[in-house]
């Protein structure tokens, strides 16, 4: 379904430039305030942000544009994008809106919408508001009486912390534990810090003195060499980084070894397994997980379920099959026990529980399975050229790839979603041999 403003995770782009301008957020405001808008009792949603400076402007025209609906916009000021899901959740709003482009720059940004539920939006739903967005919705503005209030929730920040540090196991501590924590200057720069040192932790914080425009900025979970030499430099028993947004998070080792998000739900599932507490037998990633990690579930008689990149899709499918653990490689982890949405920092205490139990070092514990040899290439076409017809025309390149690989390696191959480029991912036995498959794939593309 071609969408014109919603991308896999929803609007992005440069602020103040089209699409990212306070106009286009009016008219999200105001669209997905009719659309939701059922009933005669009360409306109100909520809004949160992560520190970009241009997140001022675009709170501002969503607040406009929901109150001119008639809903009760209720700010949070700069908090976790989980943490706009569990508060939609939990103060029973008929909508939560987080203004963050995530792991991105700070002259980027975006607006992700949860519906009640604490759910991100479905495709129908999000094709739905598009319609109304490019509508004039002047005779559906409701009278003058029944516009919407706009105030500030000044205890959210009290709420999330107390939320997450519940997903800790009652009868566990972090005493004891020395860890680094980058915070990206992002979002959770307040309240991560407050969390682990609650649990018992020495925490050595980085990265957490937002200024509108160092989010990201060689640090949090895209630049983890700062962290890694932190852990280092300070002896530290972990390093954990969050990216802009918090919904995303990257761990190393005491060595500075960085452990990856197949490696953290493979630690995960096998802990639930071990406790009873995993649902449905199953874990859900998407299709670029790696091959090992697949292999090794399989030893332990569970399933791995694969969907499209996003962590929304992987949400979605968790709820299809009934399964409480899911991700993506990146580091969304999804622990659907207690969130609808990727939380960083509630993962990375589900991996600092099982350090905390083991009393050994996070290196002996954390790398569960072998990984096979993966690699990722790209390919960039040039403006008019049509992507399925450049993966079409290579299809017999691609047949022959994967018969080589003869069942013990994975090609895959799609279509970024944000930029003109042909993904082409390729596993197996040796890193020669997915090197070779991959190069005459990408090869094929040009001919």
């Keep these: 379904m071609k969408r014109k403003y919603f991308g896999t995770d929803g609007v992005r782009g440069k602020a103040n430039q089209s699409p ?42 969503l607040t406009a544009g929901f109150t001119s609906m008639g809903m009760d916009v209720i700010l949070v000021g700069p908090l976790p994008t989980p943490a706009i899901s569990m508060l939609t959740r939990t103060m029973r709003a008929d909508l939560g809106v987080m203004i ?6 700070y002259y980027d940004n975006g607006i992700k919408i949860f519906q009640g539920d604490g759910q991100k939006l479905a495709d129908n739903v999000e094709a739905e508001i598009e319609k109304l967005m490019d509508m004039d919705l002047g005779n559906k503005l409701p009278e003058s009486a029944d516009l919407g209030r706009a105030k500030r929730l000044d205890d959210a920040r009290g709420r999330y912390i107390e939320f997450v540090k519940n997903t800790f196991p009652k009868d566990k501590s972090l005493e004891g534990l020395k860890i680094v924590l980058d915070c990206a200057n992002g979002a959770a720069y307040y309240v991560a810090p407050i969390i682990l040192a609650e649990l018992g932790a020495e925490v050595i914080t980085i990265n957490a003195s937002p200024n509108g425009y160092n989010i990201n900025d060689k640090c949090g979970t895209t630049h983890p060499e700062n962290l890694q030499k932190k852990v280092l430099e300070v002896k530290a028993d972990a390093g954990i980084a969050l990216d802009g947004d918090a919904d995303r998070v990257v761990i190393c080792d005491e060595k500075g070894e960085i452990i990856d998000g197949d490696q953290l739900m493979a630690l995960i599932a096998t802990h639930l397994k071990n406790t009873g507490g995993l649902k449905a037998g199953c874990v859900v990633a998407t299709v670029m997980s790696n091959l090992g ?60 529980a099982v350090l905390a139990d083991s009393g050994k070092k996070l290196s002996s514990v954390a790398r569960v399975f072998e990984p096979l040899p993966q690699i990722l290439k790209n390919f960039k076409y040039k403006t008019g050229q049509n992507p399925d017809e450049l993966i079409a025309k290579s299809q017999k390149t691609i047949d022959a790839a994967e018969k080589k690989l003869n069942g013990s390696g994975r090609i895959l191959i799609r279509k970024s979603g944000t930029e003109p480029l042909i993904r082409v991912m390729a596993e197996g036995k040796t890193v020669a041999e997915i090197e070779e498959v991959a190069d005459k794939i990408i090869k094929s593309f040009s001919a």
């Design 100 to 105: 963050s482009a995530s792991h991105n720059p």
């Design 293 to 352: 990690f697949e292999l090794y579930l399989k030893k332990l008689n569970l399933k791995l379920h694969r969907t499209q990149v996003g962590d929304r899709y992987v949400s979605e499918h968790m709820r299809e099959v009934g399964c409480n653990l899911g991700g993506e490689q990146s580091g969304h982890i999804i622990l659907g026990d207690h969130s609808t949405t990727g939380d960083g920092l509630i993962a990375a205490l589900q991996v600092l």
């Design 20 to 61: 990212m301008t306070a106009e286009l957020a009016l008219k999200l405001g105001m669209a997905a305030g009719y659309h939701f808008t059922r009933g005669k009792h009360r409306h109100k949603v909520i809004i949160g942000k992560d520190t970009r400076l241009s997140g001022y402007m675009i709170e501002s025209a």
